[in-house]
C-alpha cells in the first residue's frame, strides 16, 4: 500500500466515523422514526469504517507479501546480472572512484559481491543483480546476511531491475542496507558518504 492510498483509506475512515457521529448525536435530539433511523445508521458508519480501513490495510499488505513471494519463486538462483552489465556499472563506479579518491574498490573474497569499497574505516560490500522479476526480499536479505558474515557491516545492492515493495521496505528498515535502482544513485550515495 502507498502512503497515498494509506492516507486515502485513512480519511475515508475518519469520514465515515464523523458521519456515524454525528447520526447518533443527531438521533439523540431526534424522536420516533427519525431517531431510530439516525441511531441505526451511525451505529452502522462508526462499526463498519474501522472494519473497510483494516481490511484496504490487510488487503495490501497480503498483496506485497504475495508479489514478493512469486518474484521470489520466479527468480529462484538466477539473480545474477549478466557480465556485461555488471562490468558496465563496475565500470562507471570505479571511474567515479578514480575522480574523487576517497573510496578504493577491493576484489570480494567471495563470488556473492561485485566490489568492496574501502574508505580507511569503513568497508562496503556491493553487489549488483538482475534477475528475470523483481527482485525480491528474500535475495536482499541473504545478501546482507552474506555480508555480515563476511564482517562487511554495509551493504549497497544495486538492483538493474524493479525491487519489489517489500525489498524496498526490508532496506529502508535495515540499518547498513541500501537499496538503488541505478548505478547513477550509487554516485549520490557516495557523494552523500564523502
Given at each position: 500500500?502507498?502512503?497515498?492510498?494509506?492516507?486515502?483509506?485513512?480519511?475515508?475512515?475518519?469520514?465515515?466515523?464523523?458521519?456515524g457521529g454525528a447520526a447518533v448525536v443527531a438521533g439523540g435530539f431526534a424522536d420516533g422514526y427519525a431517531q431510530s433511523v439516525a441511531l441505526e445508521l451511525g451505529a452502522a458508519f462508526l462499526l463498519v469504517?474501522?472494519?473497510v480501513w483494516a481490511e484496504r490495510a490487510l488487503t495490501s499488505?497480503?498483496?506485497r507479501q504475495i508479489s514478493d513471494s512469486v518474484a521470489e519463486a520466479l527468480n529462484g538462483a538466477s539473480s545474477s546480472a549478466h557480465p556485461d552489465d555488471v562490468t558496465r556499472v563496475r565500470n562507471h563506479l570505479l571511474s567515479r572512484l578514480?575522480?574523487?579518491g576517497s573510496w578504493q574498490a577491493v576484489r570480494p573474497e567471495r563470488a556473492?559481491?561485485?566490489?568492496?569499497?574501502e574508505n580507511g574505516f569503513r568497508r562496503v560490500a556491493v553487489a549488483i543483480k538482475r534477475t528475470p522479476f523483481a527482485l525480491d526480499s528474500a535475495t536482499v536479505a541473504r545478501l546482507r546476511a552474506e555480508a555480515k558474515r563476511d564482517g562487511i557491516p554495509e551493504l549497497v545492492v544495486i538492483s538493474l531491475t524493479e525491487p519489489?515493495?517489500?525489498a524496498r521496505s526490508l532496506a529502508s528498515n535495515t540499518p547498513g542496507l541500501v537499496?538503488?535502482?541505478?548505478?547513477?544513485a550509487l554516485d549520490a550515495w557516495?557523494?552523500?558518504?564523502?
Open positions: 500500500m502507498t502512503t497515498r492510498q494509506r492516507r486515502n483509506g485513512t480519511r475515508f475512515a475518519m469520514v465515515v466515523s464523523i458521519a469504517a474501522p472494519l499488505r497480503v498483496r578514480d575522480g574523487d556473492t559481491f561485485d566490489l568492496v569499497l519489489t515493495d517489500l537499496l538503488l535502482d541505478e548505478s547513477e557516495l557523494k552523500q558518504q564523502a
